[in-house]
């Protein structure tokens, strides 16, 4: 075969499709329901974590700014590069830089940065934490078409092919140029996130774009607010259920359905024509409103339980809400499947404590289902007894309960079961085959200080824990392996090995010996 003939069967392998396989950890919280458990992870597990060790770190070209870095990181396997087959850790930066490292060793594969065309004005809250001219949104994986789908500054989505870098789709405008977007998602023919807080003059609410003819994308948009402090800022973004509807819990701002205002509430979207299709608000959302408790602050997670369709949410009130996700308040939009549970955030004063980032659910093997919340600031003293206590936890915890039926009827609850060690503070839990991972940010979350504040006092390197999931019992830490702090991040778990990032833009691969 001549020349051309093998760079056509090349250029043609690294075009084609590949299937979802075990290895993969392609969005944020790993699935669309961000459930943040790796279901086919069967190499870690109780009995060998303790022997994890930093396998490599990596630092890319990308300089972080007030509290951004680097997003969550994301992984393909198997993936088709000018290096050959590898599985591939994909990180994006604050200024929409994606990076590309091998998982074997953390060398760079390749690095793709978008072109500027505009510059923000900086104008009232632009250009500062709140709207910090950069990219917030985790990346999402297509491993039907090989592509990697990305937000750049400028609000346009593009698709990239994973093993190359190259742009097989798009740009695209999917939302406003520095907007303030998160996590992305995807469901069939179409990438969904969600836009808070009004940057870059944008509306909040979630967004969608049919990808299915990049000749012809389709943006749909439901607008939740007619405020710029409402929005869905969860970390994870849209949440999207197996029943066909997409979820979100959104910040401050008024309630008042009949001028299109669902601040402070849990609100379900219909996938295909993003319409309204039900919500939940707290009876006390004028309060959470006032005191600046946003419910936005942490994204629910969705999960089935014993024909149930399950959502569980809080943000930082620090209450727990279960809901039905096929009925979020019942007939009054006001009726939870079960009763507020006050978790944290004694005072309902504080705006750095309670319920952040996202919550998580695993099943253990015995068929019994679990839930994870991670909490900012110590215990409320009303919270549920625990059986299990590991220890005062000023700074955080994750708290886990299982979920249970009532015995009369039948109806789910949940049980207390565990709360871990102190953790200062911890992220989205992550979840493989009875290892509960845990990373601990570091940050100093006191939000009266100044950013430089934030950034240079009272903050600690980042540590890596994994905890039983049945007991919380601490298998292993990782010490002193990472560098520094990291802000409203995520891990990834995927062919045994566990995924980090920190705010000097270092991504960090830890794994047993030998693998």
Known sequence: MNLAGVTFLLIGAMLAPRPAGAGDWPTFGHDPQRSGWARSERTLSTENVSNLELKWNAKVDNEASLLGALTAPIVAADVTTAKGIKDVVFVAGKEGGVFALDASSGDLLWDWKPVKYALPTNTGLQGSVYCPNGVNATPTLDTRTGLLYTLAENGALYGLDMGSGNVRFGPAQFVPP?????????????????????CGGSLSGFYSMEISDRHRPVVRQLLLSNTTTGGIWGRGGPVIGENGRVYGSTADGPFNPRFGDYSNSVVAASLGELELADHFVPSNHWELYRRDLDFGAASPVWFGW??????????????????????????????????????????????????????????????????????????????PEFPLSHGPSPDGSVMAFEVVAEERSGKPRLKA??????????????????VAFVLANGENVNQRDSVEGRQTTNNQPAVLYALDALTGEELFNSGNAMGTWVHFSGLAIAEAQIYAVDYDSVVYCFALPGK
């Not at 520095?178 to 179409?190: H, Q």
């Not at 079961?417 to 009875?434: D, T």
């Open 417 to 434: 079961a565990w709360i871990s060690q102190n953790f200062k503070v911890p992220e989205p839990v992550a979840l493989a085959n009875g």
């Open 306 to 383: 014993q024909g149930y369709n399950l959502l569980a949410s809080g943000a930082k009130e620090g209450v727990l809400y279960l809901l039905d996700a096929d009925s979020l308040g019942g007939r009054d939009h006001q009726t939870p499947l079960l009763e507020g549970i006050r978790l944290g955030n004694d005072p309902r004063s504080s705006t750095s404590f309670g319920i952040w980032g996202g919550l998580s659910t695993w099943r253990s093997d015995d068929g019994r289902t679990w839930l994870y919340v991670p909490m900012y600031g110590p215990a409320s003293t009303s919270a």
């Open 178 to 198: 520095f907007a303030k977007a998160w996590s992305l998602n995807l469901f069939g023919n179409r990438i969904y996130t969600t836009l808070a807080q009004g």
